[in-house]
């Protein structure tokens, strides 16, 4: 591919509000199996997707079922008819943990991606109306990002948890509020570089009102950047979510999640049932993972200046 | 510089009265407090009385100033499940604390600058491909699970290091015994080891990255290539140029660096059974001793602003582009 290509390539990509065309993506399809890695990381996504929305047909039993007879089974422990009931093991309850790990994929997909779209709403708005009108707006919101970052934020998150109690409402609320600094900055930067170019004047030109310029003006060339964030931060909230529930500040227990496993795998950890831990980690950092893998290459991508290789 | 000064200073005031006015907005939530200091039993006329003690039935403003009055003094409240003065319960586990971070700290700073170094003078080579594989894995390492597993296969497993425990260091060094503090080192590291490299591994993964990407940045600059040269030896371009530049991004994170551990420290603490802040904060939450979770909060959060002030004034007074804006 000539650099003639790339740079047709990238004009036609951004400057277009219907998205990018196909040709777009086959370079990204093309980019990612050069990678290696990025491929690797889909794959893994799909799966992990594919396991949230099929969990009730694709787990082999129900998650919450208890059977007392077969529980701390081993992983592939044979029963009397010489069949492997439990691939993945029971845990002190004989709940099934490979199922518990299939309906878990729900919460941890579902909490990130919607705390991260919560976060990047609030922080897109805000961070493009300080950016644009600039004078105290910009003053005052940015200066409560200020506060909002002088919190570590999980004890942020623990402290209204606490007393709000735990709950999928709650959690993924204050997980989406604790992200929108981030979102705010970058809008905010952005809309500043863009706001005096010319097809922005043409757009205030024609009596476009506000919103319309803010939003279906600006806001669609400044999304790549932003969307780099939000792959690196849906990789934070869901370790931030795993972290909450294995507090026991995240959803009730009666659902299975990852990092509620891991709790509960603690009072077995002296006994040596290593695969009631092992596995909902492995889970928990194959998804984490992925979503930084791809955060990676879309930066490298979408801007192969800002790249670490590039 | 004084300018500058006094703008932080003011910033720094604004945000504690922010994490002050959160943090009482936290506890309102979770409805009317009175009934976190009366018995189950108590009967209305007792809950009301309780309720005006305590000044519940004024209006917010006037709880709000008494609250803030209040920790200015150092009253933080009591402690429900402890029934002494929560800031007292906090500061007793707080040295525990202060080394566990410190030393994931030093871990995270000085374990990720040759790591990046490295990467960045080979790059492109296995070197590099290796240890950046490791970083991006290690920040998708959740750190509860990091100490889970190496408390069963290190700890159980190998049986190379205790699983839980202490020696206290730091508390006999405040308490004016010095030389029995110092005597404890040797006892005290096999116990430290596993929590505070499991608090710091996310960290040390995002700095070596960041200092590999930086030390990138400056090797390619015009002083680099005047300092090889001039004959200089790799090893010294290297220490005495390149390097002291591309850490200024890391020195810059010290501050946000100690806050990030400091979220760490209630679930690794928990885990190896810690006796610090964490997993007070920890069996805070579950007996549902709101006023102790305020105050462990609250002292974290003056610790994080304090400190970044100091890490913003001691980098303004090293960098004269800061200090003269």
Same mark, same amino acid.
């Given at each position: 591919?000539?650099?003639?290509?790339?740079?047709?390539? +990238?004009?036609?990509?951004?400057?277009?509000?219907?998205?990018?065309?196909?040709?777009?993506?086959?370079?990204?399809?093309?980019?990612?199996?050069?990678?290696?890695? !990025?491929?690797?990381?889909?794959?893994? %996504?799909?799966?992990?997707?594919?396991?949230?929305?099929?969990?009730?047909?694709?787990?082999?039993?129900?998650?919450?079922?208890?059977?007392?007879?077969?529980? /701390?089974?081993?992983?592939?422990?044979?029963?009397?008819?010489?069949?492997? +009931? #439990?691939?993945?093991?029971?845990?002190?309850? =004989?709940?099934?943990?490979?199922?518990?790990?299939?309906?878990?994929?729900?919460?941890?997909?579902?909490?990130?991606?919607?705390?991260?779209?919560?976060? =990047?709403?609030?922080?897109?708005?805000?961070?493009?109306?300080?950016? #644009?009108?600039?004078?105290?707006?910009?003053?005052?919101?940015?200066?409560?990002?200020?506060?909002? %970052?002088?919190?570590?934020?999980?004890?942020?998150?623990?402290?209204?948890?606490?007393?709000?109690?735990?709950?999928?409402?709650?959690?993924?609320?204050?997980?989406?509020?604790?992200?929108?600094?981030? #979102?705010?900055?970058?809008?905010?930067?952005?809309?500043?570089?863009?706001? +005096?170019?010319? #097809?922005?004047?043409?757009?205030?030109?024609?009596?476009?009102?506000?919103?319309?310029?803010?939003?279906?003006?600006?806001?669609?060339?400044? /999304?790549?950047? %932003?969307?780099?964030?939000?792959?690196?931060?849906?990789?934070?909230?869901?370790?931030?979510?795993?972290?909450?529930?294995?507090?026991?500040?995240?959803?009730?227990?009666?659902? !299975?999640?990852?990092?509620?496993?891991?709790? +509960?795998?603690?009072?077995? /950890?002296?006994?040596?049932?290593?695969?009631?831990?092992?596995?909902?980690?492995?889970?928990?950092?194959?998804?984490?993972?992925?979503?930084?893998?791809?955060?990676?290459?879309?930066?490298?991508?979408?801007? !192969?200046? /800002? =790249?670490?290789?590039? | 510089?004084?300018?500058?000064?006094?703008?932080?200073?003011?910033?720094?005031?604004?945000?504690?009265?922010?994490?002050?006015?959160?943090?009482?907005?936290?506890? $309102?939530?979770?409805?009317?407090?009175?009934?976190?200091?009366?018995?189950?039993?108590?009967?209305?006329?007792?809950?009301?009385?309780?309720? $005006?003690?305590?000044?519940?039935?004024?209006?917010?403003?006037?709880?709000?100033?008494?609250?803030?009055?209040?920790?200015?003094?150092?009253?933080?409240?009591?402690?429900?499940?402890?029934? @002494?003065?929560?800031?007292?319960?906090?500061?007793?586990?707080?040295?525990?604390?202060?080394?566990? @971070?410190?030393?994931?700290?030093?871990?995270?700073?000085?374990?990720?600058?040759?790591?990046?170094?490295?990467?960045?003078?080979?790059?492109?080579?296995? &070197?590099?491909?290796?240890?950046?594989?490791?970083?991006?894995?290690? $920040?998708?390492?959740?750190?509860?699970?990091?100490?889970?597993?190496?408390?069963?296969?290190?700890?159980?497993?190998?049986?190379?290091?205790?699983?839980?425990?202490?020696?206290?260091?730091?508390?006999?060094?405040?308490?004016?015994?010095?030389?029995?503090?110092?005597?404890?080192?040797?006892?005290?590291?096999?116990?430290?080891?596993?929590?505070?490299?499991?608090?710091?591994?996310?960290?040390?993964?995002?700095?070596?990255?960041?200092?590999?990407?930086?030390?990138?940045?400056?090797?390619?600059?015009?002083?680099?290539?005047?300092?090889?040269?001039?004959?200089?030896?790799?090893?010294?371009?290297?220490?005495?140029?390149?390097?002291?530049?591309?850490?200024?991004?890391?020195?810059?994170?010290?501050?946000?660096?100690?806050?990030?551990?400091?979220?760490?420290?209630?679930?690794?603490?928990?885990?190896?059974?810690?006796?610090?802040?964490?997993?007070?904060?920890?069996?805070?939450?579950?007996?549902?001793?709101?006023?102790?979770? $305020? &105050?462990?909060?609250?002292?974290?959060?003056?610790?994080?602003?304090?400190?970044?002030?100091?890490?913003?004034?001691?980098?303004?007074?090293?960098?004269?582009?800061?200090?003269?804006?």
């Amino acid at each position: 591919m000539s650099s003639q290509d790339i740079e047709e390539d +990238e004009v036609d990509g951004f400057a277009e509000d219907a998205g990018p065309p196909r040709r777009e993506w086959r370079r990204a399809w093309r980019s990612m199996v050069r990678g290696g890695w !990025p491929i690797f990381a889909l794959l893994i %996504l799909v799966g992990v997707t594919f396991a949230a929305a099929f969990g009730p047909e694709l787990a082999p039993k129900d998650p919450n079922r208890q059977n007392i007879i077969a529980r /701390l089974k081993e992983p592939l422990t044979e029963n009397r008819a010489g069949k492997v +009931e #439990y691939v993945l093991g029971t845990d002190a309850l =004989g709940r099934d943990v490979l199922s518990r790990l299939i309906y878990g994929a729900r919460i941890s997909l579902v909490v990130g991606l919607t705390a991260v779209f919560i976060g =990047g709403a609030i922080g897109i708005v805000l961070g493009m109306v300080a950016g #644009y009108f600039g004078g105290w707006i910009d003053d005052v919101i940015m200066r409560l990002a200020d506060i909002q %970052l002088a919190f570590p934020f999980i004890l942020l998150a623990i402290m209204f948890l606490v007393v709000l109690g735990p709950g999928v409402v709650n959690l993924v609320l204050i997980l989406g509020i604790g992200q929108w600094v981030t #979102y705010a900055r970058i809008a905010r930067g952005q809309t500043i570089s863009q706001r +005096e170019k010319d #097809y922005v004047e043409a757009a205030r030109a024609l009596g476009a009102s506000t919103s319309s310029i803010l939003f279906r003006t600006i806001l669609p060339n400044i /999304l790549a950047p %932003l969307t780099v964030i939000a792959s690196f931060n849906v990789a934070s909230v869901i370790l931030a979510e795993a972290a909450l529930s294995f507090l026991g500040l995240g959803v009730p227990p009666t659902v !299975p999640t990852w990092g509620g496993m891991l709790a +509960e795998s603690r009072d077995q /950890l002296l006994a040596g049932r290593w695969w009631l831990a092992t596995f909902p980690g492995v889970a928990i950092m194959l998804t984490v993972l992925s979503f930084n893998i791809l955060g990676d290459w879309l930066r490298d991508f979408l801007d !192969p200046r /800002l =790249g670490e290789n590039g | 510089m004084w300018t500058y000064i006094v703008r932080r200073l003011i910033q720094s005031v604004i945000v504690i009265i922010g994490v002050t006015l959160i943090s009482f907005t936290a506890l $309102q939530m979770s409805g009317d407090p009175t009934y976190l200091y009366v018995s189950e039993r108590a009967s209305d006329e007792e809950i009301a009385l309780a309720r $005006q003690k305590l000044g519940f039935d004024r209006p917010y403003y006037v709880q709000y100033l008494t609250f803030v009055a209040n920790l200015a003094q150092g009253d933080f409240g009591e402690s429900l499940s402890y029934r @002494t003065p929560a800031l007292d319960v906090v500061l007793e586990r707080f040295p525990a604390t202060i080394e566990l @971070t410190a030393v994931a700290m030093v871990i995270a700073i000085f374990g990720a600058i040759p790591l990046g170094v490295m990467a960045a003078r080979r790059r492109g080579r296995p &070197t590099d491909g290796t240890i950046m594989t490791l970083a991006i894995i290690g $920040q998708s390492i959740p750190s509860f699970w990091l100490g889970i597993m190496l408390i069963l296969f290190v700890g159980l497993g190998l049986g190379w290091l205790p699983i839980s425990g202490h020696v206290p260091v730091l508390k006999p060094i405040l308490e004016g015994h010095v030389l029995e503090g110092l005597r404890n080192i040797p006892a005290a590291v096999p116990y430290l080891i596993m929590p505070a490299f499991t608090i710091a591994l996310f960290s040390l993964s995002r700095n070596a990255r960041l200092v590999r990407s930086s030390m990138l940045e400056v090797l390619s600059q015009d002083f680099v290539r005047t300092a090889r040269a001039k004959g200089l030896a790799e090893r010294r371009v290297i220490s005495d140029h390149a390097l002291r530049n591309a850490w200024l991004p890391v020195v810059t994170m010290i501050g946000l660096e100690f806050g990030f551990l400091l979220s760490g420290v209630v679930v690794v603490e928990t885990i190896f059974s810690w006796p610090g802040v964490g997993r007070l904060v920890f069996n805070a939450i579950n007996q549902r001793d709101i006023p102790l979770v $305020q &105050t462990a909060v609250v002292i974290f959060s003056f610790v994080f602003v304090l400190l970044n002030l100091a890490v913003d004034l001691v980098y303004a007074w090293l960098d004269p582009r800061i200090r003269l804006r």
